[in-house]
């Protein structure tokens, strides 16, 4: 089933991709594998749109289509109440418009017992400020998926730094550009390109690991 959800989901054939994602979600561990199979078709996706089959308009249908299935399949991974172990400020940086990979890692990491203050998408430096003066995060997670993003997430981090703000925080970054190279250059304290490596890393950033 894994292999019809993957192929008529980068045929882009939305009908049959959500209706099996559907069937496939009730299944046991059925959301981790809706949402693993859809991430190798949006990297599929991406892979043909580099290579000049697929154009901007199947980039935005396989997005509709992901949040799409999204909408029934993050609930499966909300578990019950969990106690909190800590509070983090998320958001896509600035320049970048990627929700997905975001979405999926807030609510892996709101089912560990982290409480995660989402300040959107396309987030300017400042607002990043604002978010930690307001909160009081002991972590902070950015996201980006252009290469765009990687220039923007270190500007980021200075404004933070300029604002005294960098000592009391620890930075984690996720999302398909980043590396131990990337987290170097922008100054981050972690890197993942998964959302349970995300989780993990968070919990041994928070101490609880
Ligand atoms: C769908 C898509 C879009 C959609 C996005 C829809 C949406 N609502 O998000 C739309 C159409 C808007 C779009 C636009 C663009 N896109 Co686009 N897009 C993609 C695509 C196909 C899939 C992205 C995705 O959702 N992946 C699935 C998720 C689940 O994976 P993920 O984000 O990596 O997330 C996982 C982990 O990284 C982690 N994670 C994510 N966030 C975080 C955060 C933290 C803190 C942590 C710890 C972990 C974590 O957890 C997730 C689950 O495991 C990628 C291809 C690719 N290979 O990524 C291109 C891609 C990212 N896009 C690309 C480009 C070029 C663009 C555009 C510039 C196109 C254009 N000409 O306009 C614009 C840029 C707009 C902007 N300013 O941001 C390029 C970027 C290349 C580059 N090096 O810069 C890519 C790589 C395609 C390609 N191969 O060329 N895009």
Known sequence: MREQLLKSFVDMDEQEAVRIARELVDTDGGAVAVLDTCKEAMEEVGRLFEAGEYFLSELIAAGDMFNQIMEFTLPKLQGDEVTSIGTMVLGTVQGDVHNIGKDIFKVMAEASGINVIDIGIDVPHEKFVEAIKEHKPELVGMCCLIT??????????????????????????????????????????????????????????????
């Open 148 to 209: 765009l993003g990687v220039d923007s997430m270190k500007r980021t981090i200075e404004v933070i730094r300029e604002a005294g703000l960098r000592d009391d925080i620890k930075i984690i970054i996720g999302g398909g550009r980043v590396s131990q190279a990337v987290m170097e250059h922008v100054g981050a304290d972690a890197w993942a390109d998964d959302a349970a490596r995300g989780v993990r890393l968070s919990k041994e950033l928070l101490g609880k690991e």
